[in-house]
Antibody
Framework: DVQLLESGGGLVQPGGSLRLSCAASGFTFSNYAMSWVRQAPGKGLEWVSTVSGNGGYTYYTDSVKGRFTISRDNSKNTLYLQMNSLRAEDTAVYFC???????????????????WGQGAQVTVSS | EIVLTQSPGTLSLSPGERATLSCRASQSVSSSFVAWYQQKPGRAPRLLIYGVSSRATGIPDRFSGSGSGTDFILTISRLEPEDFAVYYCQHYGTPPFSFGPGTKVDIK
């Protein structure tokens, strides 16, 4: 079975940094696009970022460009999200999710989300 | 950038009834790259439909998707008690790979 387990969430002050991790198992990690999706309290889903299987292509929603960095370590089957310059509006549950098969291409048409991890809470507050 | 809108915001139905959920895109979605997700309170979302009409693994056949261009539909043929939840559409052609605001299906 595919399993995704996020870690690294917590409480951080505005302007601070946090790194989320997502440990994957049950599939050939390097063959698939991986993404982060967040959900603010009481709100809908918001796509945050996606990385191709080999890490060569990365995509971000406008509100996190220049502040967040998605990366992966295929030797450790782990996805990361480095979050810097955090703002109150970044407060959310952050889910990692597996996409379609996508190794060295743009991943267009491959970025659906199945399955999802259980989520990691990130709270930005003073 | 494609913006997705969903209607209605809330759908109040009884078990056994048919649910029809709409998702409209601000511009044509390339190659039918539309997915639908179900989310229950306190849970991670679950993929139901991808490629407009293909059911994900393990999804019952009472869930079906249709549409093309800018208009897409998720149909639940006969609502079961476990189907009362929030449903989101998503496009995944080119970034940003955005979601619609969701439709809540609740018990009438």
């Amino acid at each position: 079975d595919v399993q995704l387990l996020e870690s690294g969430g917590g409480l951080v002050q505005p302007g601070g940094s946090l790194r989320l991790s997502c440990a994957a198992s049950g599939f050939t990690f390097s063959n698939y696009a991986m993404s982060w999706v967040r959900q603010a309290p009481g709100k809908g889903l918001e796509w945050v970022s996606t990385v191709s299987g080999n890490g060569g292509y990365t995509y971000y929603t406008d509100s996190v460009k220049g502040r967040f960095t998605i990366s992966r370590d295929n030797s450790k089957n782990t996805l990361y999200l480095q979050m810097n310059s955090l703002r109150a509006e970044d407060t959310a549950v952050y889910f990692c999710a597996k996409g379609g098969a996508c190794t060295t291409t743009t991943c267009y048409g491959r970025v659906w989300f199945d399955p999802w991890g259980q989520g990691a809470q990130v709270t930005v507050s003073s | 950038e494609i913006v997705l809108t969903q209607s209605p915001g809330t759908l109040s139905l009884s078990p056994g009834e048919r649910a029809t959920l709409s998702c409209r895109a601000s511009q044509s979605v390339s190659s039918s790259f539309v997915a639908w997700y179900q989310q229950k309170p306190g849970r991670a979302p679950r993929l139901l439909i991808y490629g407009v009409s293909s059911r994900a693994t393990g999804i019952p056949d009472r869930f079906s998707g249709s549409g093309s261009g800018t208009d897409f539909i998720l149909t639940i043929s006969r609502l079961e008690p476990e189907d009362f939840a929030v449903y989101y559409c998503q496009h995944y052609g080119t970034p940003p790979f955005s979601f619609g605001p969701g439709t809540k299906v609740d018990i009438k």
